[in-house]
């Protein structure tokens, strides 16, 4: 298995990352991606662009932990996230999950339970750029509740 965990002010080439998964591995039956866009609002609000902080060391830990517990839930056979930090402009991609598995339903759910993490548990800290100035973006209770939901349902993985 191979994790690959990333953070960067460079942009993100998706169909790369994608395309070096599955090199050699021939038991991979699905690769799922994730591409996260800087919108060009915020709130129905334009923005002219995104900052992303971070904790180096500390965000790296915390992604590792929830891939970790991905791979315990699920028969994942290789994860890449890239994460950018830095000023983001709109149309600009921010994140990429990237999950591989033999089956396709284990690569979506273990796509879609670490971007509901990062989403919530990352240590990011994101502020927007406007007409008016700057403001620090608050937690949003969806993305909370769509990282909760994780926490009640445990599928038994398959076998590889």
Not at 3 to 17: N, P, W
Not at 56 to 79: K, S, T, Y
């Amino acid at each position: 298995m191979t994790v690959t965990i990333r953070l960067q002010r460079e942009t993100i080439d998706a169909a790369s990352v994608a395309a070096t998964m599955i090199r050699g591995d021939d038991g991979i039956g699905a690769v799922v991606t994730f591409t996260g866009i800087c919108r060009s609002d915020e709130n129905g609000q334009p923005i002219a662009a995104l900052t992303l902080e971070h904790y180096p060391g500390m965000v790296e830990a915390e992604i590792a932990r929830h891939v970790e517990e991905a791979c315990q839930r699920w028969p994942i056979l290789n994860v890449t996230i890239i994460h950018r930090y830095g000023r983001i402009m709109p149309g600009e991609v921010i994140v990429l999950v990237a999950t591989a598995s033999s089956h396709r339903e284990a690569a979506f759910a273990a796509a879609s339970f670490l971007m509901d993490y990062l989403k919530t548990r990352a240590p990011f800290w994101k502020q927007v750029e406007s007409a008016e100035g700057t403001a620090w973006v608050d937690a949003k209770a969806t993305d909370d509740a769509a990282a909760e939901r994780w926490s009640a349902s445990r599928p038994r993985q398959r076998a590889k």
